[in-house]
């Protein structure tokens, strides 16, 4: 997945080989955010362009702009994985809050993960 990001927000990025464009989607928002452009320049300005449009809009309506993310994660899942974590946590020394954002980490950025193995 391609993408970009600016003041906090991310966008992915996809090629429309039936129109010859590239086309953007804001990424962590409800609002339905998209741009285009021709060229990766006229990409990157469109994005930009798309961001500070909706953060006025926001300000407009006297509303409050999404954050991507708030870094509260509430996760359910099955007693027996929650209790596996919590041991691997305690074993490696650190809180389950510690040790689930390394392993968050190791998963979205494939790249260092590989890195710490070598």
């Not at 961001?51 to 899942?77: F, I, M, W």
């Not at 968050?104 to 890195?115: C, D, I, T, W």
Request: net charge positive.
């Amino acid at each position: 997945m391609n993408t970009m990001s600016y003041k906090g927000y991310t966008a992915r990025v996809e090629y429309d080989e039936r129109d010859n464009i590239f086309v953007g989607r804001i990424l962590g928002v409800r609002s339905i955010i998209s741009f285009h452009g021709e060229t990766v320049t006229e990409l990157r300005a469109e994005f930009e362009h798309a961001v500070k449009d909706y953060l006025a809009e926001c300000k407009k309506e006297g509303v409050h702009p999404e954050k991507p993310a708030s870094g509260k994660l509430l996760l359910r899942v099955p007693p027996e994985i929650h209790g596996r974590a919590l041991v691997a946590a305690q074993a490696a020394g650190k809180s389950l809050n510690q040790w689930a954002t390394e392993v968050l980490q190791q998963a979205v950025h494939p790249a260092r993960k590989a890195a710490q193995r070598s």
